[in-house]
């Protein structure tokens, strides 16, 4: 081709690269929608917002791959590593996991029981908008959420092995299910009650003795088959189990772990006062959640938003 022609069909052509290379693009390239972490969280307004359109309105039956599903070679291994860590967290991550939980204490079955919370589906759901950091999240970023508070322990490296393997487990729980789709018993289901009561302490602290000592310990502290629910070695006040209405949902729907489902809506909601009132360690940057001045209405802290919020525009 003569240079002149050349210079003239040089736009064109790269024009017709770009837009091959934009056209191969793989689809679960795109940054998945948001959907909420618990359906509980979805009552009070400003509780999160969808990044992008994804499926926001499709819903799949919840399905739990079967362990033969699992790929061969190091993916494989990583999934393997990521569940182990999530089962014991305590054991293989001590320098990041400092109370006496394990992540499966509040997602039970390493994530795979429905209306308790699961990892199903969750890898689909990042990265989504929190409104406690008031910023989008991926999904190690969540994690670390829980590494800080539920655990209240250390944020793992991002880039760490350690990370990449939870992560490669979400993933593969959540294989085929669509960028951004709502996976049936995904979170906790809202209860009413929640939302209209304080709860009563009293009441709680009978139906604790009654139902939940003989696991968690009269005093909360824990025990071989149940973690601790107050003191040094629990969740600190920044996790969302130290909440009233999510610390209800969990309880009124998996708890006791031997009868779950026994108690009333108005029982859980009782039982959750007493244990959120109860001491636990505290959580340094609590004060800095929220900082659109939007929290819900079951936090129990101040934060430095709202007396902004509160006196309205200048």
């Not at 934009?22 to 969808?50: L, M």
């Not at 994804?54 to 699992?70: I, L, N, T």
């Not at 429905?114 to 759901?125: I, L, S, T």
């Not at 009868?259 to 007493?274: I, K, Q, W």
Request: positive net charge; glycine residues 8%; proline residues 10%.
């Amino acid at each position: 081709m003569p240079r002149r022609q050349l210079r003239r069909a040089l736009p064109l052509l790269l024009l017709g690269l770009v837009t091959g290379l934009g056209a191969c693009e793989p689809r679960d390239a795109q940054p998945p929608a948001h959907a909420p972490n618990t359906r509980a969280e979805t009552t009070h307004a400003g509780a999160s917002a969808r990044v992008h359109a994804g499926a926001p309105d499709v819903v799949v039956p919840f399905r739990v791959p079967a362990d033969s599903e699992m790929p061969a070679g190091e993916v494989g291994a990583a999934i393997r590593r990521g569940r182990a860590m999530l089962v014991a967290t305590r054991e293989s991550l001590p320098a990041f996991a400092r109370s006496g939980l394990q992540c499966v204490s509040c997602h039970p079955a390493a994530g795979t029981t429905p209306n308790a919370m699961p990892w199903v589906g969750v890898y689909a759901r990042f990265p989504q908008y929190r409104s406690r950091s008031g910023t989008v999240q991926v999904i190690e970023d969540r994690v670390n959420d829980c590494f800080l508070r539920s655990l209240n322990g250390r944020a793992l490296p991002p880039a760490s092995r350690e990370m990449r393997d939870i992560v490669a487990y979400f993933a593969f729980l959540s294989q085929g299910v669509p960028v951004g789709a709502r996976v049936e018993g995904q979170g906790l289901p809202t209860l009413a009650a929640a939302a209209r009561s304080s709860g009563d302490t009293t009441r709680g602290a009978a139906l604790f003795a009654a139902e939940c000592a003989r696991c968690h310990g009269d005093r909360g502290q824990g025990s071989a088959v149940a973690p601790p629910l107050w003191g040094a070695r629990s969740f600190n006040v920044g996790a969302g189990m130290a909440r009233l209405r999510t610390a209800a949902a969990f309880i009124r729907h998996n708890m006791p772990r031997d009868r779950p489902g026994t108690l009333t809506d108005a029982e859980a909601v009782d039982v959750a006062a007493y244990v959120v009132s109860r001491p636990r360690p505290d959580f340094a940057a609590k004060a800095h959640d929220w900082p659109n001045g939007d929290p819900p209405p079951d936090v129990a802290y101040p934060t430095t938003a709202a007396p902004a919020r509160a006196a309205g525009p200048r």
